[in-house]
């Protein structure tokens, strides 16, 4: 399994820690789908080839850069 998928497990926890600030029910919904969205294409990733593997790398990506937008 990639490395990056130990660092996106430790992201779910801290934006668990970071939503509890945030009184925007929808906004923490979003960025927990979000956050939750990135190990799970990096895990779904390893079982795939080619273009898929590509695809689900590059949703993980979207996922994290979506996450990023909500906590700015």
């Known amino acids: 399994m990639l490395h990056i998928y130990a660092v996106s497990i430790q992201l779910c926890r801290d934006v668990r820690e970071l939503t509890k600030k945030i009184p925007n029910a929808t906004l923490v919904d979003q ?13 779904e990733s390893e079982g795939v080839t080619g273009g898929n593997r590509r695809q689900r790398r590059r949703t993980a990506l979207g996922s994290a850069k979506e996450l990023g937008a909500a906590s700015t």
């Open 31 to 43: 960025m927990t789908r979000a956050a939750m969205s990135v190990p799970l294409n990096i895990a």
